[in-house]
């Protein structure tokens, strides 16, 4: 069956250096990939976009990667702050649409000042 | 852009009890989206709209559970009889079709408890 899995662990890190998440899913072979982050008590926020046929995406300080071999997408976030706190969560479409996003249960980031 | 609006953010019931949940998703989507989500959990598709047409349903969907858009604006979500663990955090949001790949634009949700 389909799987997603992202960092089981909560993510700790300095303030300055860069946060590295991964997300990586089996038996799926989506034509993108999408990544979210998630503030306490908020609904999911849309961060970036990848598809199948790029292999890097960046915007601002965020920066994502779709490897499709590996079946892997690794999200960055370089020189982080204290207010990128947040749950990250990676997201593929099932059946090759939009209509049935699925999401991945997400990494914890803490950014320590 | 006002944004996806969910009503109320918090509601309480005994089981049992039947809720209803409202969603006014941003005004030129036109497709809406459930979604449910427990603690430590990503969101799980629960149903999706085109308009006004139910066009997919979740299994995790049961008979208890009814969605409506009429008119394809806002839409309601009913959990008739609730149980325990129907507790969860219940989402809604709303995309442009015809725009691919097209991001979700979620609301801040209704967090249920069902005592």
């Known amino acids: 069956s389909q799987k997603i899995e992202q960092n089981s662990e909560a993510l700790n890190i300095q303030e300055g250096k860069t946060a590295t998440l991964t997300c990586n899913y089996t038996n799926y072979s989506p034509a993108y990939l999408q990544w979210y982050r998630q503030d306490p008590g908020r609904g999911p926020v849309f961060l970036l976009l990848i598809r199948e046929n790029e292999k890097e995406k960046r915007k601002e300080r965020l920066k994502v990667t779709f490897d499709t071999t590996l079946k892997q997408s690794l999200f960055h976030i370089t020189a982080s702050q204290p207010a990128d706190s947040a749950t990250y969560l990676c997201a593929l479409p099932r059946g090759g649409s939009a209509r049935q996003l699925t999401f991945g249960s997400g990494t914890q980031l803490t950014v320590l000042p | 852009d006002t944004g996806v609006s969910q009503n109320p953010r918090h509601k309480i019931t005994k089981r049992g009890q039947n809720v209803t949940f409202r969603c006014d998703p941003i005004?030129?989507?036109?497709?809406l989206y459930w979604y449910r989500q427990t603690l430590g959990q990503g969101p799980e598709f629960l149903t999706y709209?085109?308009?006004?047409?139910?066009?997919?349903k979740s299994r995790l969907l049961s008979d208890r559970f009814s969605a409506e858009r009429p008119k394809g604006s806002f839409s309601t979500l009913e959990i008739q009889r609730t149980e325990q663990g129907d507790s969860a955090m219940y989402l809604c949001?709303?995309?442009?079709?015809?725009?691919?790949?097209?991001?979700?634009?979620f609301g801040n949700g209704t967090r249920l408890t069902v005592t």
């Open positions: 949001a709303s995309s442009l079709a015809g725009q691919g790949n097209s991001p979700l634009h």
């Open positions: 709209f085109q308009n006004e047409a139910q066009l997919e």
């Open positions: 005004s030129e989507h036109n497709r």
